[in-house]
């Protein structure tokens, strides 16, 4: 079992920026990805952006947050940001932090949500 949990979030105006923190706690070492969603409606949820817990640290992104948002790790810390910079009012949602166990398809593990408001 893991527990992940977020905070960060909060209330902008477009153009501000928010960095929000997740840490997950448990058998760490079983997990090989981790990242940042949010609803999309009809969709389900977003990938927003994730990074391999490894020594490569590759990154994804949505193609709407490319170059605003830079998601970052520190592994001895099992901490996980989320820089959001020139915020719009399309990225107003609840961002949920999520893990994925090595050698499985979809997340399997998720926080609770921090809220994101930004209003124009």
Known sequence: QFQLRESG???VQAGESLKLSCTISGETWSICEWGWFRPL?????ELVSSISRDDYASRK???SVKGRFTISQD????SLW???NNLNTEDAAVYYC????CGA?????????????VSA
């Open 98 to 101: 999520a893990a994925k166990r």
């Open 41 to 45: 409606e009809g969709q389900g949820r």
């Open 61 to 63: 992104y949505a193609d």
């Open 105 to 117: 398809v979809n997340y399997g593990y998720w926080g609770q949500g921090t809220q994101v408001t």
């Open 75 to 78: 592994l001895a810390k099992n």
């Open 82 to 84: 989320l820089e959001m």
């Open 9 to 11: 979030g909060g209330s």
